[in-house]
């Protein structure tokens, strides 16, 4: 029987409004470093891409649209493509991008997109934050070689993401890294209680969440041919890496 991916996201947190409304809300608390993180990729932006041409831009599970915007903010020539499984995260997204133009919109989950030519276009710059550790390694390969077919030869591909520590000591550490991360936003921000405090269980018992290790990533970009893979940033589990095609 054919599956139907729009339902089987159904079944994931991301379709729960309240759940996706908690990441928008927190996000800044929850990801380690997110403004760093923002900040790389457009640093990374200006230094390979850059805006001497109108460059086309796909944003990989979107959210709320923030790498988008940050993009937009530093290139407004840009054309950009959002993907998206959630309707009320494409809705968010187009409520923060109002105004801009050469903005698109496509609801389709990942698994959709492996399956069918829903894309129809190649980029210049294809980005993705905090969504493929949603596939599985098997899906993340396949989802590379599709974003691979889809990038104009010398266009980029950039992964802001959750890895697998490469063994449990490390794995360990990462997760008191990040909850050290946390308690210290919440200081900074003046937030009592154990609000948060759960994050990082949550993130481990939530099993939509299918992280794999930074080197089996790389592996996986380099024997598709992308060119100058590697590792942009790591702080404990969360990392940017990407290649050229
Ligand atoms: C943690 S949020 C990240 C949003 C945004 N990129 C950011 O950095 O704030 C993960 C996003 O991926 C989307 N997502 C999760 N699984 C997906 C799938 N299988 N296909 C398409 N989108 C998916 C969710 O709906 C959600 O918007």
Known sequence: MKKNYITEFKRSRWANAEFSREYRDNADIFVVERSRLLEIMKSFYRYFIGDSKKNNVLDLGCGDGILTHNLLEIDN?????????????????????????????????????????????????????????????????????????????????????VMLAPTDALEQWYMQMWREWIDERKTSLGIEGNIFDDITRR?????????DTLDDQLSALRDIGFKEADCFYKYGVFAVYGGRK
């Open 77 to 161: 020539t840009i054309s950009a493509t959002l993907v998206d499984a959630s309707d009320d995260m494409l809705n968010k997204a187009n409520e923060r991008l109002h105004g801009f133009e050469n903005i698109n919109f496509i609801r389709a989950s990942f698994q959709e997109i492996l399956e069918k030519d829903i894309l129809q276009q190649k980029f210049d710059f294809i980005v993705s934050s905090l969504a493929i550790h949603h596939l599985t390694m098997n899906e993340k390969r396949d989802f590379f070689k599709k974003i691979y077919s889809h990038l104009h030869p010398g266009g980029y591909f950039m992964n802001i993401d």
């Open 203 to 211: 993130y481990k018992e939530f099993d939509d969440n299918k992280p």
